[in-house]
């Protein structure tokens, strides 16, 4: 069965560096999220994005994050500067495009450590 | 805008017993709802959707929801609570342009043997 994939599965990083999250989506999928949970708290929507674009960022998603489809099969979170309060797990997810009920199938996140 | 209320943190209950976690949506037009499950350090699994048709909403591995309007509400049910069940279940509402998902706080499942 088709799934989306994430790596690494834990990263740690010192406050200040930049960080690459990736994420694979299911193949025919075309729309891709990406969302965080701080330890303890709810899952939170960050970004959106559809046709190489981003297409609904939230007020987390400020000017340190940046999103990529570099190749057409990964699809890329990146923190510029990375803070404390950055330190999450951070989901990815997928849908087929086709209506606006599908499933979003999710990664297994990437648990991210700032020092 | 959209949100979702998830009334208990945590819910133990014991093997073979009937499962009841709680939520209460907010939304200014019908909404669509989901509960998704997160087995430990797994990701997101969706268990069921509800998306207008039937109210009630039949899922994966025994579980149900039903929509009620008149009470805002969408709790997920299980008639007899199985070991494997023991996990974190996520209420969660769909909504803005992109059908971005806004969860609720999650309840901790506990299943005593």
């Known amino acids: 069965e088709p799934e989306v994939t994430q790596t690494p599965s834990h990263q740690v990083t010192q406050m200040g560096q930049e960080v690459i999250l990736r994420c694979v989506p299911i193949?025919?999928?075309?729309?891709f999220y990406w969302y965080r949970q701080i330890l303890g708290q709810k899952v939170e929507f960050l970004v959106s994005?559809?046709?190489?674009?981003?297409?609904?960022k939230s007020e987390i998603f400020d000017d340190q994050f940046s999103v990529e489809r570099p190749d057409g099969s990964n699809f890329t979170l990146k923190i510029r500067s990375t803070k404390l309060e950055d330190s999450a797990m951070y989901f990815c997810?997928?849908?087929?495009?086709?209506?606006?009920?599908?499933?979003?199938?999710f990664g297994p996140g990437t648990r991210l450590t700032v020092l | 805008a959209q949100s979702v209320t998830q009334l208990d943190s945590h819910v133990s209950v014991s093997e073979g017993t009937p499962v009841l976690l709680r939520c209460n949506y907010s939304?200014?037009?019908?909404?669509?709802l989901f509960w998704y499950v997160q087995h430990p350090n797994k990701g997101l699994q969706l268990l069921l959707k509800?998306?207008?048709?039937?109210?009630l909403v039949k899922g994966i591995n025994g579980f149900e929801a039903e929509f009620k309007k008149s009470e805002t509400s969408f709790h997920l049910t299980k008639p007899s609570a199985h070991m494997s069940d023991a996990a974190e279940y996520f209420c969660?509402?769909?909504?803005?342009?992109?059908?971005?998902?806004?969860f609720g706080t999650g309840t901790l499942l506990a299943v005593q043997p």
């Open positions: 997810a997928s849908r087929e495009a086709r209506g606006g009920f599908n499933e979003q199938f």
């Open positions: 193949s025919n999928h075309l729309y």
């Open positions: 994005f559809y046709n190489n674009e981003i297409s609904e």
């Open positions: 939304s200014s037009y019908s909404p669509s």
């Open positions: 509800y998306t207008s048709a039937a109210t």
């Open positions: 969660v509402v769909s909504g803005g342009a992109t059908n971005k998902l806004i």
